[in-house]
């Protein structure tokens, strides 16, 4: 069975609750700026990656010739049907 009326929390009870509510919220602002960081981290190497693509890309004739084939292959498949 429960007491009545309700019993008041200590007073060294109320004030812990408030630390560690504090320490926590600290805790998200710090981690809110390392997520940004990451992000910003996964960005420039996917920049990375896309410049090195470009690059290879512009320099080789592999990528016309791949296309073409593919399209090749579609109107074949196309024309059957």
Known sequence: MKDFPPQRPAVADVKENRLTRISRIRD??????????EYALVLVAAAVVALALITWASTTDMLPTFFNSVMQKVISVANRA
């Open 28 to 37: 998200l602002r710090t981690e809110a700026g390392q997520a940004t960081a």
